[in-house]
């Protein structure tokens, strides 16, 4: 079982920039894809971004942020980020962090999900 505590949401007006963080503890980090979903009031969860076990595939699942956030991992710091630029109103959601089910897996769906934060509420403001 794999723990993981996500940190760094908050309030800010558009145009701003927030850094997401997760914490993973309780198993290999290093072998297992990580992602990061949201999910806005009234709307499904949906997967935002993901990182290989490597960090050597990124995928931006959901187009409306490919350019303005950015993914990473530090499998030393047995950590995963989400930079977030150019923020808008509509990126308003809970975001959780996810890790993925299999070793060596990729996530591209919760199907492909593990373990999941507690999520952090991100906040736009126009």
């Known amino acids: 079982q794999v723990r993981l505590v996500e940190s760094g949401g908050g309030l800010v007006q558009a145009g701003g920039s927030l850094r997401l963080s997760c914490a993973a503890s309780?198993?290999?980090?290093?072998?297992?894809?990580m992602g990061w979903f949201r999910q806005a009031p009234g709307k499904e969860r949906e997967c935002v971004s993901s990182?290989?076990?490597?960090?050597?595939?990124?995928?931006y699942v959901d187009p409306a942020v490919e350019g303005r956030f950015t993914i990473s991992r530090d499998n030393a710091k047995n950590t995963v980020y989400l930079q977030m630029n150019s923020l808008k109103p509509e990126d308003t959601a809970v975001y959780y962090c996810?890790?993925?089910?299999?070793?060596?897996?990729?996530?591209?769906?919760?199907?492909?999900?593990?373990?999941w934060g507690q999520g952090t509420q991100v906040t736009v403001s126009s």
């Open positions: 990182i290989s076990w490597s960090g050597d595939y990124i995928y």
């Open positions: 996810a890790a993925g089910r299999s070793v060596y897996g990729r996530i591209k769906d919760h199907v492909d999900v593990g373990s």
């Open positions: 309780g198993r290999t980090f290093s072998m297992y894809a």
